[in-house]
């Protein structure tokens, strides 16, 4: 009654219409505050695009010219061909030529490779006297889908090495047999593989967006003024941030490793002090990403799409979904500027081959740059005035 | 130059401009503040007030200008003076998911004071928080925080106070507990500078500075502004003032009138002309005029209105 009682036939229609009314004021804000959010505007833009660039051109799931390093005991023409015959399969690119069985081990254990052919002493002669000696090939099994599909081309690198080469007269059978050695994960078990790897994974996303949240939440919540305005330096608020959440990752990271341990059987061959400062190193290099991502963005939204960002490229590209050997050389650059990157080797090398310290030394300093790069522009962003 | 050098200056800047984005917001803004004195900044909203605080204490760098601040230089020396300047923001800035206790001890620790939890327990009673030091400083009313506020900036013996609009939206029994509390505190040789829109405020202070639109129109004590402005003020008592301020607005030499609870407050400048224009309206059955002295209101208003014409 009291909307007819009113002569005023427009409040009528308003109320009639209210839902809608109220719902189109509210859409209108809304689309008003992401017009001047251009940060978000831009993410909405660039995270599809960037997730299938990478997935498009980067993402291979059988990988070929894997690195291969090569234990050249006899210098034949046979064992020539061999070798020539393993490239032609294009799954294996020779790499590194090694003169011992250590350095073999040590290239294996930090990844640098993922196969060692090792072509044994006195091979051609041991074939043509028909004693049919084996040709070692061990690869790298912890990541099963790299490994796979080059494992399965040794069985034609035979007949191919002999139509090359050789008239040993005709050959009834193999003359020499190819024994591959899947080492680290002999059962090929991708659950070995991605156990170690979610370790990174998961401290990866949780890390950076405990930090990068932490500046611009001073700055909504108005404590950032008072704070300005105080004797502290943009190195210790810096500090002050980032040591609380080592611990947290730090207990985040053995929660992890123990359910990995005790409930999937993922073993850890090599030292867990080891691991448990490696894992400390990336995680402080993670907050300290977060960190700078904070000094950069002007609010929280932006803190965590910038977050997912940085996020989304680390899953595709560190070699943890994906084999990393398998990516285009550009990919390749990306990925190494990625502590994911570093950290899924150490972490799979210390836990499924044994790896130690010295195995790791590329990876650990790459890591400790990466946290010193995003600490020195994240000091120097950190904005000591209100300007 | 020294931070506790006995020129008896506590704040002594010279030609402070500072632009946002082309917009200038102070303008060749100068000023003294003597130690020991409670220095009232008084200015319409956006007149520059707290761009010129945070310029004070290295928040903020001038475009152009110079001074110092305690004897330190504002440009090269913002570190030393954050040391001894307590800042109290026109926003609530403590963490409100902080207790009162807590925020009290990070900023004790932050300026290094040795004993951290004596001096916030100490603060805690002086500011008569005791019995709510575990209570969350956001759930604190608004009285409650402004005082956590205060105390947080005097806890670590600044030599000077930056207030910036302390008592906005404060209740009047707090607002005069705050002042008592400001008077003690440069009873002890504190410096105060603080800005507020409130008139009863401003007379509180020992000395008073007007800023509109970036510009420093006047300073000095109440006294001195009042007569500086040379206003001449008649106050109307009587029936329809509504109707009589409207015939009266415009006309010549009347500079301002402004309605003041049941009385109407007619000012100008120029006496004479002032006397000449408001003249038909003396002897009207129900009005009674009085020359009275302007308010500092008056004055302000005054100000405003003029500076408005001028610089915008």
Redesign the interface.
């Known amino acids: 009654m009291s909307a007819t009682d009113l002569s005023d036939h427009g409040h009528d229609i308003r109320e009639r219409f209210g839902f809608w009314r109220r719902s189109y004021a509210m859409v209108v804000k809304e689309f008003i505050q992401l017009r001047r959010d251009r940060v978000s505007f831009a993410m909405i833009v660039m995270i599809p695009v960037m997730q299938l660039l990478l997935f498009g051109y980067a993402i291979n799931t059988t990988p070929h010219n894997l690195p291969s390093a090569v234990l050249l005991q006899e210098d034949s023409d046979l064992a020539r061909s061999v070798l020539k015959a393993l490239e032609n399969t294009a799954y294996f690119r020779f790499t590194r030529e090694v003169h011992d069985v250590d350095e073999f081990d040590n290239l294996l254990k930090s990844g640098k490779v993922l196969f060692g052919v090792e072509i044994p002493r006195g091979f051609e002669r041991a074939v043509r006297r028909g004693d049919k000696p084996a040709l070692l090939v061990a690869a790298d099994a912890t990541d099963p889908v790299a490994a796979s599909a080059a494992l399965g081309s040794l069985g034609m690198v035979v007949q191919t090495a002999l139509q090359h080469d050789l008239y040993i007269g005709d050959p009834p059978e193999m003359p020499f047999e190819i024994r591959a050695h899947a080492r680290y994960n002999p059962a090929a078990s991708s659950r070995l593989n991605i156990v170690p790897g979610l370790v990174g994974t998961i401290l990866t996303m949780t890390m950076l967006i405990f930090t990068a949240l932490s500046v611009t939440r001073e700055v909504e ?12 330096k943009p190195v210790e608020v810096m500090f002050g941030k980032i040591i609380p959440y080592v611990l947290v990752g730090f207990i985040q990271a053995f929660l992890i490793l123990s359910i990995g341990v005790l409930l999937f059987g993922v073993p850890v061959l090599g030292s867990l002090t080891l691991l448990a400062l490696l894992s400390t190193l990336f995680i402080t290099t993670n907050l300290a990403i977060g960190y700078t991502f904070s000094t950069i963005v002007q609010n929280q939204l932006q803190a965590m799409q910038m977050s997912m960002m940085f996020f989304l490229p680390s899953i595709l590209l560190s070699g943890f979904m994906f084999p990393f050997a398998g990516m285009p050389v550009w990919a390749q650059y990306l990925g190494e500027g990625l502590p994911l990157t570093h950290y899924v080797r150490i972490v799979r090398a210390i836990m499924l081959k044994g790896a130690t310290v010295q195995n790791l030394q590329y990876d650990t300093l790459a890591l400790a740059a990466l946290m010193l790069v995003a600490m020195v522009i994240a000091v120097t962003r950190f904005r ?4 | 130059m020294n931070g506790t050098a006995g020129n008896g200056i506590a704040i002594d800047v010279k030609g402070l401009t500072k632009s946002f984005a082309g917009r200038e917001v102070v303008h060749d803004l100068s000023m003294q503040v003597k130690r020991g004195s409670i220095y009232g900044f008084l200015g319409p909203n956006g007149s520059g007030k707290t761009t010129t605080i ?1 310029m004070l ?5 001038p475009d152009s200008g110079e001074g110092t601040c305690l004897g330190y230089d504002i440009r090269r020396d ?2 030393r003076i ?2 001894q ?1 307590g ?1 109290m ?1 026109q ?6 998911d902080l207790s009162v206790r807590e925020n009290l001890e990070f ?1 004790a620790r ?2 290094g004071m040795r004993d951290a939890r004596g001096a916030a327990g100490e603060m805690i009673k002086r500011l008569g928080l005791s019995g709510r030091e575990e209570q969350l400083a956001g759930e604190l009313s608004g009285g409650w925080k402004q005082r956590l506020a205060l105390g ?2 005097t806890l670590p013996n600044p030599q000077l106070l930056l207030l910036d609009e302390p008592t906005a939206g404060v209740d009047p029994k707090a607002r005069r507990d705050f002042w008592n509390e400001i008077h003690a505190l440069a009873a002890e040789g504190l410096t105060v500078l603080v800005s507020t829109h409130y008139m009863d405020e401003a007379e509180r202070c020992h000395e008073i500075a007007y800023i509109a639109y970036g510009h420093l129109l006047t300073h000095g004590t109440v006294d001195e502004v009042i007569a500086k402005s040379a206003l001449t003020t008649y106050t109307v008592t009587g029936d329809d003032l509504n109707g009589l301020a409207a015939e009266l607005t415009g006309k010549p030499s009347v500079d301002m009138v402004a309605p003041f609870g049941t009385s109407l407050h007619v000012s100008g400048r120029d006496v004479a002309a002032l006397e000449a224009s408001i003249a038909p309206w003396r002897d009207k059955d129900g009005l009674h005029w009085q020359r009275s002295h302007p308010s500092l209101e008056d004055v302000f208003i005054e100000l405003m209105n003029r500076s408005k014409d001028n610089f915008q």
């Open positions: 919540r108005g404590t950032m003024e008072s704070l300005l305005s105080m004797p502290i000591r005035t209100l300007d | 945070r204490c290295g928040l903020l760098t913002a570190e954050k040391r300047v800042y923001t926003r609530f800035s403590l963490y409100q900023v932050l300026y947080a900036c």
